[in-house]
């Protein structure tokens, strides 16, 4: 049974969340304070965290910022601010997800189950031989899941990971931003496609010489993008 953690300050709220939860299944445990909730998710295992943003404490950004420095559980981040800077940030602080209040309870649990899904397929490969992708001066582990750039390892969330490895794995051809949602995050109608724009910026900060000038990712304007080989 796949455990979640719910860091959340509204009790109504994640009460809600945590019944809905556990009618489809999942063991479900609540922090209603940051730092409580920040502590649990690092010293306990959780299959998945569900973190809202404004929380006593310790803000859903310095969390998810702590957590990615130690582990790849993957994050759905929540809150009720709208603004794209809030998205971007949380996103590129690791964040796997993010989803603005309200919604439905139901549209939680379906996005809690394809990142659950999609994260276990991932860590299912660890007993394969290691697969390695090498392009010019890149080098993609994509059984250990690490990165080198002319010789020097960096650090990927879990969807940067994803989505780098996917666009390796398949050069010279070209994917909208609609499939490539649709792959890495296993969700079709579900969420914001400007999450792939922000997962591509951040993984051209660590791949690229010039981001100005990409060497590996292209984009190919009014179409998507396009690993080069």
Not at 52 to 63: A, N, R, W
Not at 71 to 93: F, Q
Not at 132 to 146: F, M, P
Request: hydrophobic share 40%.
């Amino acid at each position: 049974m796949s455990k979640i953690l719910i860091v959340e300050d509204e009790v109504a709220i994640a009460d809600l969340e945590n019944d809905y939860l556990e009618l489809s299944g999942f063991d479900v445990e609540v922090a209603n304070d940051g730092l409580i909730g920040l502590q649990k998710a690092l010293e306990e295992d959780y299959n998945l965290v569900i973190l809202d943003l404004m929380l006593p404490g310790i803000d859903g950004f310095e969390i998810c910022r702590k957590i990615r420095d130690d582990k790849n559980t993957p994050i759905i981040m929540v809150s009720a601010k709208k603004d794209d800077i809030d998205k971007i940030r949380g996103l590129g602080l690791g964040a796997d997800d993010y989803m603005t209040k309200p919604f439905s309870p139901s549209e939680l649990v379906a996005r809690v189950k394809a990142h659950l899904a999609r994260y276990e397929r991932l860590i299912g490969s660890a007993a394969e031989v290691n697969k390695v992708v090498e392009i010019r001066g890149l080098k993609i582990d994509t059984t250990a899941r690490r990165v080198w750039v002319n010789g020097e390892e960096r650090a990927f969330t879990t969807k940067e990971f994803d989505l780098l490895t996917f666009l390796a794995s398949h050069p010279n051809h070209v994917y909208t931003k609609d499939e490539l949602f649709s792959e890495i995050w296993d969700m079709e109608s579900i969420g914001d496609i400007a999450t792939v724009t922000v997962h591509i910026k951040k993984i051209r900060e660590k791949v690229e010489m010039d981001t100005s000038n990409p060497q590996y990712i292209e984009t190919i304007w009014g179409v998507g993008y396009r690993f080069k080989m």
